[in-house]
C-alpha cells in the first residue's frame, strides 16, 4: 500500500524538503512538505475544507490532529488556541518529524508529534482523553482498517468532546455516517462543499 499513510519511514532529508507558504483561519503559516507525505505539494482540498467549515475551537483543552501528515490541522489548532495541548498523531515517523518540525518553525509550542503506537502508550497510562479531534482521515486504507483506527480513536473523545471528520462524498461519507451511529457515536453531516462532507460526530453515550 501507499508509503505515506504505512511505512514507518526516517525522516525526510533536506534535499527533499520544500517550503510552503499558506493562509488559513487568519494564520500565515510556514511549512516544511515533502512528496514522500500525504498531498506534499499543498494543503489538500478536504483538509482545507475542514478548516474552513469545523467550528471555532475552545480556548482550552486537549486536542487531536489524528493522520497528521505535515501538520496543517495540528498548527491551525494550536495557533488558533495557544492554551490548548495538541496532539498530532501519525503511522509515519516521517509525517511526525514534519509535523514537529513546522510546529517549530510556526511557534506553535503547544504541539506534541507522536507516532500513533507512543500515543496510544501515553493515552492508556495516564487516562488521557480528547476534547476536539480533528481528522481527514485515510479512507483509502480500507474499511477494515479505517472502522479499527476510528473506532479507537473516537473512543477517546472526553464526556462533552466532539470530533470533525472531512471524507469524500464519493468515497463514501454518507456511509460512514450511518455506520458511525450504528457504533454509538451520534454523526451528521454539518457541511458539503466541493465532493466533501464534514461530519460532526459525539462521544459515545
Excluded at 86 to 95: I, K, P
Excluded at 127 to 151: M, Q, Y
Amino acid at each position: 500500500m501507499d508509503e505515506q499513510y504505512f511505512t514507518d519511514s526516517q525522516p525526510a532529508s533536506a534535499d527533499e524538503l520544500h517550503l510552503l507558504r499558506d493562509h488559513v483561519r487568519g494564520f500565515d503559516l510556514e511549512m516544511w512538505v515533502s512528496d514522500r507525505v500525504f498531498s506534499g505539494g499543498r494543503i489538500d482540498l478536504g483538509t482545507r475544507q475542514l478548516i474552513a467549515e469545523a467550528p471555532d475551537l475552545p480556548a482550552r483543552g486537549t486536542f487531536l490532529d489524528l493522520g497528521c501528515g505535515w501538520g496543517p490541522l495540528a498548527v491551525t489548532m494550536a495557533l488558533e488556541s495557544p492554551e490548548a495541548s495538541v496532539w498530532a498523531v501519525d503511522v509515519n515517523s516521517r509525517a511526525v518529524d514534519l509535523t514537529a518540525r513546522n510546529a517549530s518553525l510556526n511557534e506553535a509550542d503547544n504541539v506534541q508529534a507522536l507516532h500513533a503506537d507512543e500515543a496510544l502508550k501515553i493515552v492508556a497510562a495516564q487516562g488521557v482523553t480528547f476534547d476536539v479531534i480533528w481528522s481527514n482521515p485515510p479512507i483509502r486504507i480500507g474499511k477494515k482498517a479505517l472502522h479499527e483506527l476510528l473506532t479507537t480513536w473516537l473512543s477517546l473523545l472526553s464526556h462533552d468532546g466532539v470530533a470533525y471528520l472531512v471524507v469524500q462524498k464519493n468515497l463514501g461519507a454518507d456511509s460512514l455516517t450511518a455506520w458511525l451511529c450504528d457504533q454509538g457515536f451520534p454523526s451528521e453531516k454539518i457541511a458539503s462543499k466541493k465532493g466533501y462532507r464534514i461530519i460532526e460526530v459525539r462521544a459515545r453515550a
